[in-house]
């Protein structure tokens, strides 16, 4: 059985993601600005753009982590930012950082906060979940929002450098975009359901290893371009 911790889980892929990593018969600490569980136990609520509230949470986890997986993001609708004007001649700077300060800082943070606890556990993994727009490749002709665009592109970056600062200490690291999804985000248009995004996920994670530490994933374990 891993210790699971899982950013905003209370909503959306998160929440599908816990059910189906406690399916898989692991213990999950569902973390959430509006409060946070472990089983029958709680922990201090999550905003991972508070430090504050990064550190009591941090110092609530009393055992191993094996996967910490980094969810919780938002783009520029949550800010109160309107469709046309989240691009690059529109969007303003409070909200172009605010979501880099969720999307790419705030893993960041939680994973150093973390690390004593993901170094106690053997193979222990953390899973950034990007998208297809932080790609270069990809981003360059797609995305109405250019915060949330440069906000996963700047994780991915944080991702390919802390697999390789983690990777003499045995964790994994790597970026998954877990495809277009049924989310409030991603809207009712979008082909895969939360539930067929988790479940690929989980299976994704279980065959990691730490020669995979650094990649760039699908949520169907394919390689995504940069």
Same mark, same amino acid.
């Given at each position: 059985?891993?210790?699971?911790?899982?950013?905003?889980?209370?909503?959306?892929?998160?929440?599908?993601?816990?059910?189906?990593?406690?399916?898989?018969?692991?213990?999950?600490?569902?973390?959430?600005?509006?409060?946070?569980?472990?089983?029958?136990?709680?922990?201090?609520?999550?905003?991972?753009?508070?430090?504050?509230?990064?550190?009591?949470?941090?110092?609530?986890?009393?055992?191993?982590?094996?996967?910490?997986?980094?969810?919780?993001?938002?783009?520029?609708?949550?800010?109160?930012?309107?469709?046309?004007?989240?691009?690059?001649?529109?969007?303003?700077?409070?909200?172009?950082? =605010?979501?880099?300060?969720?999307?790419?800082?705030?893993? +960041?943070?939680?994973?150093? $906060?973390? *690390?004593?606890?993901? &170094?106690? @556990?053997?193979?222990?993994?953390?899973?950034?979940?990007?998208?297809?727009?932080?790609?270069?490749?990809?981003?360059?002709?797609?995305?109405?929002?250019?915060?949330?665009?440069?906000?996963?592109?700047?994780?991915?970056?944080?991702?390919?450098?802390?697999?390789?600062?983690?990777?003499?200490?045995?964790?994994?690291?790597? =970026?998954?975009?877990?495809?277009?999804?049924?989310?409030? +985000?991603?809207?009712?248009? $979008?082909? *895969?359901?939360?539930? &067929?995004? @988790?479940?690929?996920?989980?299976?994704?994670?279980?065959?990691?290893?730490?020669?995979?530490?650094?990649?760039?994933?699908?949520?169907?374990?394919?390689?995504?371009?940069?």
């Amino acid at each position: 059985m891993r210790h699971v911790v899982i950013t905003g889980a209370a909503r959306g892929l998160g929440a599908a993601l816990v059910q189906q990593f406690e399916a898989a018969g692991d213990e999950v600490v569902a973390a959430a600005r509006s409060g946070s569980t472990g089983g029958s136990r709680r922990h201090p609520p999550l905003d991972v753009a508070d430090e504050r509230s990064i550190a009591a949470f941090a110092s609530s986890i009393d055992r191993p982590v094996d996967l910490l997986v980094n969810n919780a993001a938002i783009d520029a609708r949550a800010l109160g930012a309107v469709d046309g004007n989240r691009g690059p001649f529109g969007l303003s700077a409070e909200d172009f950082l =605010a979501e880099v300060r969720v999307n790419a800082v705030g893993p +960041m943070l939680l994973t150093r $906060a973390l *690390l004593p606890r993901l &170094e106690e @556990a053997p193979g222990a993994c953390v899973l950034n979940m990007t998208s297809q727009l932080g790609s270069m490749w990809y981003g360059a002709g797609h995305g109405n929002d250019i915060g949330y665009n440069a906000s996963k592109a700047a994780l991915n970056a944080i991702t390919v450098r802390t697999a390789g600062l983690l990777k003499p200490k045995g964790i994994v690291v790597v =970026a998954v975009h877990p495809g277009w999804v049924r989310t409030d +985000m991603g809207g009712s248009s $979008a082909p *895969l359901s939360m539930d &067929e995004s @988790a479940t690929a996920i989980v299976d994704v994670v279980s065959s990691l290893t730490i020669e995979d530490t650094g990649r760039f994933l699908r949520w169907d374990g394919t390689e995504h371009p940069w």
